[in-house]
């Protein structure tokens, strides 16, 4: 065997030996894993190389596996039956989609990205990824690689999606945190965000597809483990939506050279972090999204072509995951001494390994090797034949001739044995907080410290930064109003220039929920996500959603049982409200460990929920910008006293019991509604109701149109009896909207919606004064829509 | 006659070259998406087309300063083409990214009047570092000056569009300043010279100039991002108080200006 392969000694090694090697090789490979490799290399009677066990490490990670999501858990809750539960994913996510049946559904969790239909001519793909410990280490490179990523994603599904949109949503810690309370080892929150901002901005702009959706949201837990959630939206020809490989394609790699970069980024990001993570710098890259969009460009003609049969992105893992992925059904042969490097001297596995940014591999018939090599010759870009697909059903990799892997793929892709794993959850117990009406009478102060809260405040400076016009296609923009600065609710883009059909992107998170109950978190992500669709005009009928999770460890029960929570509620809300899952990920292990203290900490539950809508003629979009003087604002949906979570509380340093519950029957009947009274044109503005309640989302509507309001909380229809004004302005209940209607439509709106709760809190005035009347008749709330929105502005403004 | 040709040049990071094609073509030209290397090689011919577009982006990654890789790439390799194109009446815009390469080639503002010593493509002035310091994208109000340029016939003294860059202040020495507005090649300014209507800090709040004969023309603003009225950011409060028989965006007539200066010029 040649100097440059090592042969990993685990035939006799004993299991202490086996967890060395694991740990000192940053495999991430537990225990029962690594006898399982053991017993496969005894029968075969040979030691595996260093390429063979880091290729198995790759495969079977979390980060490429999800073997959470597919292990069986047993569970348990305060005084239900325990439960065996064969796998969340596909109990609670694919078993939901399987139900609703959607047949506009193209392709879901087979692809990189999940395929929805969108015209005659064409489809949507969707994916949102995680890059949250490459962003904890270096914000810039670590977030820049992530929105790269998910673009390759695009670029990998079907035969390949033009990105059209990206989306990003991130969680940071508190950025007023001192110094001194930082953890060991990482970054201020502030320099984090700062780098975060820029690296999707740089990546983004730079390839030219508009920034037009996210969210930014803070919490002290994040601080250690920040979340960057990224996503991309492509559109891709019906006709391209199938891949296949045939033994004798060409195994081709496009874009940029190999180099030592990115090693073992799947494995890392499958453990925990620690006070040491930052010296682990080899793991992050910096992108190069020139390099990405040469390759977008020289992929869409090739595609457009048909001169290749399959295509699939080098994330993480590398080589050893795309070739892998690839030559399963078929099997594939690789002379990686063909491969083209930055510099001399990598090791074999380190070539297989390399995450190298901005790398894809297509199966490319050998007649069709010609022509695809002319158009990279004419688009700058190189590609190199390492390659074939075989018919062996084995991952046979050589470097200058001699064998340095060759695995079964069933082995490799089949052999991971099935954890089992144990998971409880109990409900926590918080101290409740009374309604502050006995104290007080005036709640401005409160409405004012709401708007100015970071989770709240405007994100205008960062929206800022990214083109959301580029492509041209921009029909809602992330910041509407008089002075284009209010906070839409969703984006909408017409993919297809000079057609009417528009694309409907959303999110909804609420990880302050999990702290009272992840089932309802997750739910009122799903809620929220949906009436931010429905808020500029789309419907619930036409929408799917994706889900990512960013859990803690899954090996500690209590963190599982959180996670068997939100996957219950994910498919018992999609179920109701009729909305398909097409794609989704997880990233789990989002924990800090001190090493010298032995302090742990997680961040909270966290689900993203992602939303895509079809919207079929952009002209009847709305948005939340209050548009005139004298017409009636009205509240759509039914107010409980559900407080639990909610920012009101945490202002005043409570989290509470009752979060938000969700009544799915109650809340798809207002959706719908209120979508068709949109549709026909009955409604002026709408906004959704969520974080701040009907004071916040009031406030924002006001002073994103330049009007002033007169409100009366009396007009508030309630689902329970509550007998607090600050309840009733503050609640976060789901499924609720603000919507401006017209005099001449207030019959018709009323009419469109019997059997919906909706009531009339009073008028967009003609001054700028902003008051609200409390259930006595006297102002609870007046100031300025001035005031309120300079509240609003100034937290975040640089 | 055939529809004009509008050659609308790529290379590496351009990304406003579908929304440049799609204004071309709704203003009637025919149109191709041609890489930098396909005329540098002679697969192209410049020579078959009336108008030439350098549309936005992030050609090779700005590295260095914006548009300058790209600038020197045609002043090496193509300036014979580009000088015969320009002689023979055709002509050029530049958005965004395409104007920072005609300022950095020199094509534009065009070589002095008054100091014919001055060699062809060379720069005179600059799109330097937005004052803010960094990429923003907003719409702003800019106001059409009286100008020889060809592609601002009868657009409105208001014109609302969208920038979307990091290096767009335009700056000069005074002298050149002074030359430009004698000649009258400014053809827009930033409305106001306050930002964030001015958003980069302009010298002169100037926003998009032209060369003496007025067919090279360069701009910041996105005139191809605005070809429907439902790209208007404020579209949905404007609903009911515009004229709503028109469909049309305020940025398509530049386009249409040139398709029509072509057929009525170039036969």
Known sequence: MSSTVNEIEILNADDAELMRISREGTLSLNLNEMQTIQTHFGALGRNPTDVEIETIAQTWSEHCVHKTFKSIILYSEEGEEPEQIDGLFPTYIQRATEEIAKPWCVSVFSDNAGIIEFDETFNLVFKVETHNHPSAIEPYGGAGTGIGGVIRDSLGTGLGAKPILNTDVFCFGMPDTPYAQLPKGTLHPKRVFKGVVAGVRDYGNRMGIPTANGAILFDARYTANPLVFCGNVGIIPRNRCEKSVEPGDLVVAIGGQTGRDGIHGATFSSAELDDTSENLGSVVQIGNPIMEKKIVDALLQARDRNLYRSITDCGAGGFSSAVGEMGEPVGAEVHLERVSLKYEGLAPWEIWLSEAQERMVIAVPPENLPELMEICEAEVVEATVLGTFTDTHRLQVFYEGESVADLEMEFLHHGLPKPVKQAVWQPPKHPEMPSRDKTTKNYTDDLKQLLASPNIASKESVIRQYDHEVQGGIVINPLVGAENDGPSDACVVTPVLGSRKGVIVANGINPKYSDVDPYLSAASAIDEALRNIVAVGGSVEKTALLDNFCWGNPDKPDRLGELVRAAKACYDIATAYGTPYISGKDSLYNEYRDTTTGEQRAIPSTLLISAICVIPDIRRAVTMDVKAPGNFIYVVGNTYAELGGSHYFGIHGFIGNNAPNIRPDEGKLTMERLSTAISSGLVRSCHDCSEGGIGVAAAEMAFAGGYGMSLNLNGIPTGDEIDADDFLLFSESNSRFIVEIEPQHRDAYENHMKGVSTGCLGTVTDTPEFVVKGRAGAPIIKTSIDILKSAWQTPLHS | ?267
């Open chain 2, 1 to 267: 006659m055939t529809n004009p040709k509008v050659l609308i040049l790529r290379t590496a990071g351009t990304n406003c070259d579908a929304e440049t094609d799609t204004a071309f073509q709704l203003a009637g030209a025919e149109t191709a998406l041609v890489h930098i290397q396909n005329l540098i090689s002679g697969r192209v011919n410049l020579a078959d087309y009336q108008v030439l577009a350098i549309p936005g982006g992030f050609s090779y990654g700005d590295d260095i300063a914006a548009g300058i890789l790209l600038a020197i790439e045609m002043k090496h390799k193509l300036t014979d083409l580009l000088n015969r194109f320009v002689a023979d009446g055709k002509l050029v815009i530049g958005i965004c990214n395409g104007f920072q390469v005609l300022v950095r080639t020199g094509l534009l503002p065009g070589i002095s009047a008054s100091d014919s010593s001055t060699p062809e493509m060379t720069q005179r002035t600059t799109l330097a570092m937005n004052t803010s310091a960094r990429f923003e994208c907003r719409w702003v109000d800019l106001e059409t000056q009286e100008s020889p340029c060809v592609f601002t016939k009868g657009v409105k003294p208001r014109v609302y569009l969208p920038v979307a860059h990091a290096e767009g202040r335009f700056t000069a020495p005074t002298d050149v300043l002074a030359e430009l507005e004698a000649n009258h090649q400014v053809v827009f300014r930033y409305a106001e010279s306050e930002y964030p209507i001015n958003p980069n800090g302009s010298d002169a709040d100037i926003a998009g100039i032209c060369d003496a004969t007025g067919r090279i023309f360069g701009l910041m603003p996105h005139p191809e991002r605005f070809l429907t009225k439902w790209n208007h950011p404020r579209w949905t409060r404007l609903a009911e108080t515009q004229d709503t028989a028109s469909e049309e965006g305020d940025g398509l007539v530049i386009f249409k200006n040139a398709v029509n200066y072509v057929k009525a010029n170039l036969p």
